[in-house]
C-alpha cells in the first residue's frame, strides 16, 4: 500500500454528511472503478480523500463553511506542478502544498492566522499525530481530473454536493467510485503509464518544506489559476527584485578600510583577484558595504558568517570580499580533529639548517709543497714565514675544534620556536581570514577559544605568551554549511559574535548558466540549461526519497558540462559526473536516471 494510505489514514473521522453512515455504507461491492483488477471487488470512502474532493467542489461552486477562515486555491505553475492552498478548518491554518506530476513528489507548508505569506512556515508532517494529509489529496485532484472516469462521477458528485446531498446513496456510490479510482491510479501508477498518479512520500511522513524564498522570488506562483484565490502563492508576495548587475571595475578595491595603508610587494601579491566570470552576488557587496561604512565608528562590522550549501560560492565570495577590500587573504579549513593550536599556533622544534660544505682542510702533500698556502686555507691569513710544524699543529686544532662543534649541535637541548598560522598572521597584519566548515570540529570548545579575539577585546593570548592585538583591517569570515554529513550545530556565544549572518542560497537558474558558461567556456546553453533544470530536480528527489549520501550541486553541474563537451553527450557525461556523486547506491544512481535524467531528456 502507497504510504499516503497509510493504515491509520483510513480510520480519520469521515466529513458531514458520511459521518453518520455506517461501514457498509462506506465500503461499496456495488460499485468499483475500472482500475480495480484485484480479485476483491470493493471500493471503500477513505476519508481523507472525499473530504479534500467535497473541498474541491465547495471552491468551485463557491460555497463556503462558516467556519471557514480562508477560501483555499487551487492551480497550476506549467504543465508539471500543481499549486495548492487548503483552508484546514480544524486548525484554522492554511496549508500551501505544491505537487510534481512527474515526480510524484511533494512540498508543503502550514501558514497560521494571520498569515504572512513572506513568513518561513511551519513544515508539514504527514504523520498520525501530524497534519491530517488532505492538503496532499487535494492538490492531486486537478491530476486526477484528467481520467474521464474520475471525472465524470466527479460531476455527478459535484451536482450532489450543489442539492445539500439530497441523494445521499447516489453521494455515497459516487464517493465510493472516486476515491476507489484514486486509490487504484496511485497503487498502480507504475503499470498504469500516462493515467497512473506517481506519489513518492519520504520514510517518517517528512515532506519537504516550502521557503520563504520562494515566496519572495517568485519560484512559488500559480501562473495559472483553476479556482479559489491565493494568499501565499501569488504575484503580488514577491517581493525580491532582480538586482542590477555588480561590475567588477564598480567592486574590485571600492572598498578599502584604510586608504592611508600602502601594503607591500609580498601583500600585493596576496590580495585575490577575481575571475572574469564570478557574478558579484548582492550580499557579498552588502557584508564589504558594512564592513566599510562602520570603519570609523566605536565597533567596526568585522566578523561575518556565510552559510549554504556546497557551491553556493561562499569562498569565492571570501576571496571576492578581500579583492573589494584590497587586503591579502588567508584561510584555514577545519576537520573534526581541529584543535585551538590549529588556530592559534604552536610551538614546534627548531630546524637547523646544516650546510652540505666540508670544511677546506689541506692534504700532507699540500702542506710539505707549500706550508704557506696550505695555512691560508684554514685561516685566510697568508704568512710565508709559517713552518711546516706550525701548519701541522693548526689542522690537527681546526679539526678538534669543527669536531666539538657538531657534537655540541646533535647532542645539546633542542631550540624551539614558536610558528604563525593563518589566523595569527591575518590578526597582526590586518588581512581576511576565512575559517572554513567550523561547524565540522568534533570539539565544541575549540572555537569558543577565539571568543576574546571576536570580542570587543580583540585580542588573543599565544601559546608563547604574547598578546597579540587584532589589527583593526582584520575582517573575519566563517563560512559553513549545516545540512551535510558531520556537521554541527554552531556555538551560540560564536553567532552572537557575527557581526552580519548571511544566508547564501543556490544561485538562480540565469546565473547559474552565466557562471558555468564563464568557467567552463561552453556555448551551447541550450544544454546547459537542461543539465541545470536535472540538477535542480536530482537534488529535489534525493530529498524527497532520502538519498543522503551523496552531493549533487553546482561542482557536479560544472564537471558534468565539462565532461558534455569532450563527448558531446549529455546522458553519457552524467553517468560519472552527476549520478556517481548524487549517491554511491547503485539502485539509487538507477531510480535519479529515470526519473529525473532520462524523463527530462526524453522531453
Known amino acids: 500500500m502507497n504510504e499516503i494510505f497509510a493504515k491509520w489514514s483510513w480510520k480519520r473521522k469521515q466529513p458531514e454528511p458520511f459521518n ?30 472525499i473530504r479534500a474532493i467535497i473541498t474541491y467542489a465547495s471552491l468551485e461552486l463557491g460555497i463556503t463553511n462558516p467556519r471557514q477562515t480562508h477560501t483555499g486555491a487551487i492551480g497550476s505553475q506549467g504543465d508539471d506542478i500543481t499549486v495548492a492552498e487548503y483552508p484546514s478548518i480544524s486548525e484554522a491554518e492554511l496549508h500551501v502544498v505544491t505537487y510534481n506530476q512527474n515526480m510524484g ?25 501530524g497534519k491530517s494529509g488532505t492538503a496532499l489529496f487535494f492538490s492531486l485532484l486537478p491530476t486526477a481530473l484528467a481520467d474521464s472516469e474520475f471525472n465524470d462521477t466527479y460531476q455527478k458528485f459535484k451536482a450532489c454536493v450543489q442539492s445539500g446531498y439530497m ?28 493515467i497512473g498518479i506517481p506519489v513518492k512520500l519520504n520514510a517518517g511522513g517528512i515532506i519537504s518544506p516550502i521557503r520563504a524564498m520562494e515566496v519572495k522570488n517568485g519560484t512559488l506562483i500559480a501562473t495559472t489559476v483553476l479556482c479559489g484565490e491565493f494568499e501565499v502563492a501569488k504575484k503580488s508576495n514577491v517581493t525580491g527584485k532582480k538586482a542590477p548587475s555588480i561590475t567588477h571595475r564598480d567592486f574590485v578595491g571600492k572598498y578599502v578600510l584604510d586608504e592611508s595603508r600602502v601594503l607591500t610587494s609580498e601583500e600585493e601579491a596576496a590580495v585575490p583577484a577575481l575571475p572574469q566570470w564570478y557574478i558579484v552576488p548582492p550580499e557579498i557587496k552588502q557584508i564589504c558595504e558594512h564592513a566599510k561604512m562602520t570603519t570609523t565608528s566605536t565597533q ?38 581541529t584543535e585551538i593550536f590549529d588556530l592559534v599556533g604552536q610551538i614546534l622544534p627548531k630546524v637547523r639548517k646544516t650546510s652540505n660544505k666540508e670544511v677546506p682542510y689541506p692534504t700532507f702533500t699540500d702542506i710539505r709543497m ?22 701541522y ?38 588581512y581576511i581570514l576565512e575559517i572554513q566548515e567550523p561547524t565540522v570540529i568534533a570539539n565544541p570548545a575549540v572555537l569558543v577559544g577565539l571568543n576574546g579575539l571576536l570580542d570587543q577585546c580583540k585580542s588573543i593570548t599565544l601559546p608563547t605568551g604574547e598578546t597579540v592585538m587584532r589589527h583593526p583591517d582584520t575582517v573575519i569570515v566563517v563560512t559553513t554549511n549545516v545540512d551535510y554529513a558531520g556537521c554541527r550545530g554552531m556555538n551560540q556565544s560564536i553567532i552572537s559574535r557575527m557581526n552580519l549572518v548571511v544566508d547564501l542560497d543556490e544561485p538562480d537558474e540565469a546565473t547559474l548558466i552565466k557562471r558555468v558558461q564563464g568557467i567552463t567556456g561552453c556555448k551551447d546553453h541550450s544544454a546547459i540549461k537542461t543539465m541545470a533544470q536535472i540538477i535542480k530536480d536530482v537534488n529535489e528527489y534525493c530529498q524527497e526519497a532520502s ?15 565539462q565532461s558534455y563537451m569532450i563527448c558531446n553527450d549529455i546522458a553519457q557525461a552524467a553517468k560519472y559526473t552527476v549520478l556517481a556523486s548524487a549517491s554511491s547506491d547503485g539502485q539509487s544512481r538507477m531510480e535519479i536516471q529515470s526519473r529525473c535524467i532520462d524523463t527530462k531528456l526524453a522531453a
Open 105 to 129: 513528489t511533494f512540498k508543503a507548508g502550514v501558514y497560521q492566522d494571520p498569515v504572512i505569506p513572506t513568513d518561513k512556515p511551519a513544515n508539514y508532517m504527514y504523520t498520525e499525530n
Open 167 to 194: 441523494d445521499l446513496e447516489e453521494c455515497l456510490m459516487n464517493a465510493a467510485l472516486m476515491c476507489d479510482n484514486l486509490y487504484r491510479r496511485i497503487e498502480n501508477a507504475d503499470t498504469l503509464g500516462a
Open 300 to 337: 567596526p562590522m568585522r566578523n561575518f558568517l556565510m552559510r549554504g550549501p556546497a557551491g553556493t560560492g561562499k569562498t569565492e565570495g571570501a576571496r571576492a570580499i578581500a579583492s573589494a577590500l584590497h587586503l591579502p587573504y588567508r584561510f584555514i579549513t577545519c576537520s573534526a580533529n
Open 393 to 430: 699543529q693548526t689542522l690537527i686544532q681546526a679539526v678538534v675544534n669543527n669536531t666539538e662543534a657538531r657534537l655540541s649541535t646533535q647532542s645539546g637541548g633542542k631550540e624551539f620556536e614558536y610558528v604563525d598560522t593563518p589566523l595569527v598572521e591575518a590578526i597582526r597584519y590586518g
Open 370 to 391: 707549500d706550508p704557506a698556502s696550505a695555512y691560508y686555507t684554514m685561516t685566510n691569513t697568508y704568512d710565508e714565514s709559517i713552518t711546516e710544524e706550525n701548519v
Open 20 to 49: 453518520t453512515c455506517t461501514d457498509a455504507e462506506l465500503t461499496r461491492s456495488d460499485i468499483t472503478s475500472k482500475y480495480n483488477m484485484g480479485p476483491r471487488k470493493v471500493a471503500t470512502i477513505h476519508p481523507l480523500a
Open 547 to 561: 538519498i543522503r549520501d551523496g552531493c549533487c550541486g553546482v561542482r557536479e553541474l560544472i564537471s558534468w558540462v
